[in-house]
């Protein structure tokens, strides 16, 4: 088996707003394979496209335009809009300056699109190559009202008012959070670990990023007698340099838009869209820990026993940070929430990997239901099921001997038994 490598490739003007992944899902989700170019120019196209909107302006998108749009390139858009004219506004800064976004930052540019889908393949959205959707997207979308998607097919204030397609909830946060830590653990876990040990009320970008190249070195390290190929090698070669131009600045005058920037902030303010970080200035870089980010680091102490975490603890540690009272599944409530996801996330054939549907029957069982059905739970459910009715759940299982996809073969409506009790 391939060793995983968790540590996300150079941010290289990634984008920061975790929101802009729900779209990269949707559009890939249309086309069983695209290349770079369409996706990329498909994708900046949408969030750029102008909307026609007039006074009056709410004072959220008149301090917006006033405090991020201050490039000379805005003059003539930020006069106009100030002086209280109609003004024609990209799609995402009509978005990005809805006050209930945590954040106001990470607007893309044109001139980037090869880069942004790049992020959608380090977190096992989309499929490097051919550039199709993974399952993962799917199950991204299935947590998705189709209201956000269409956000994107014009400005409506009504609309936007319930449905701004940046906002992260509950269950979409859920997921991408459990995608981030899947793929960068080895750098977020002894990051917020240093982050929330910090004197005073917060931090900023620079001291955060200035943490990076040490944990950087370290994860590499780690890899060095790892049976890895030439493309992992060199992937970890590129962040080795990346470490040592973070150095290289240290203690020079800070204006941003550097390797610093670069490598923190993918690192920092989605996780201010899943409420672990918070910032008491929405314009500017800077952050304080919340309650939830600390009971997020206590109860994952150690970026070796990820797979532990993932599987066993990552839906109690999210009721914990949500404040949720919980119970624990029972295996009827298990079972047809398993169902359920495996019929939304199947493909032609009929299957669907069990990790997938263990996330979405997850997800849906906490926010809807207040009961807690981890990872490791889903499969030995589905082991108990298909010994008890092989004709009805069938799976396959990868070189490993682990369970890899399963297959429902009839429909199930009702449970297969009204007093199955839970197990702990």
């Not at 990023?209 to 890895?228: D, F, H, M, Q, W």
Request: glycine share 6%; net charge positive.
């Amino acid at each position: 088996m391939p060793t995983k490598i968790r540590i996300l490739s150079s941010a290289n003007k990634t984008m920061q707003r975790s929101g802009f992944l729900k779209l990269l899902a949707h559009q890939v989700s249309r086309n069983e394979t695209n290349n770079l170019q369409s996706l990329g120019k498909q994708f900046i196209a949408t969030v750029t496209k102008r909307a026609r909107v007039s006074p009056p302006y709410d004072e959220s998108l008149i301090e917006y335009v006033r405090v991020r749009l201050f490039d000379r390139v805005y003059a003539d858009l930020r006069k106009t809009v100030l002086g209280g004219q109609p003004a024609a506004l990209e799609l995402q800064d009509l978005y990005l300056s809805d006050p209930r976004l945590p954040s106001s930052t990470g607007k893309l540019a044109e001139n980037n699109w090869r880069f942004y889908p790049y992020l959608a393949t380090g977190l096992d959205l989309i499929k490097p190559g051919t550039w199709s959707a993974m399952t993962r997207s799917h199950t991204l979308l299935a947590v998705t009202p189709v209201e956000e998607l269409h956000a994107y097919d014009g400005y409506d204030r009504e609309a936007t008012s319930k449905f701004n397609p940046l906002f992260v909830t509950r269950e979409q946060s859920a997921l991408l959070l459990y995608c981030f830590l899947d793929n960068d653990a080895l750098v977020v876990q002894p990051l917020f670990e240093k982050l929330v040990s910090l004197p005073g009320d917060g931090f900023d970008e620079r001291t955060a990023g200035e943490l990076v190249p040490g944990i950087l070195r370290a994860a590499i390290t780690g890899y060095r007698n790892s049976p890895l190929n030439v493309e992992d090698r060199e992937r970890l070669a590129q962040l080795h340099k990346v470490a040592n131009n973070i150095e290289r600045r240290k203690g020079l005058p800070y204006t941003g838009g550097n390797a610093l920037s670069e490598a923190i902030r993918p690192r920092i303010e989605p996780y201010c869209d899943f409420g672990l970080f918070t910032k008491p200035d929405r314009h500017r870089f800077s952050y304080r820990v919340s309650l939830g980010m600390r009971k997020f680091v206590q109860a994952w102490s150690d970026a070796k026993d990820t797979d532990s975490f993932l599987e066993q603890y990552y839906f109690v540690t999210l009721a914990a940070i949500h404040g949720i009272e919980t119970r624990l599944a029972s295996d009827d409530e298990a079972r047809q929430a398993i169902a359920r996801a495996g019929e939304k996330l199947k493909s032609s054939l009929g299957y669907t990997p069990i990790r997938d549907c263990a996330l979405l029957a997850g997800i849906r069982l906490l926010f809807d239901s207040c009961s807690i059905l981890e990872v490791s739970r889903t499969e030995e459910v589905l082991k108990e099921w298909q010994k008890e009715a092989p004709d009805i759940v069938r799976f396959t299982i990868d070189r490993t001997g682990a369970l890899a996809y399963v297959k429902f073969l009839k429909p199930v409506s009702t449970p297969p038994s009204a007093t199955t009790p839970a197990k702990a």
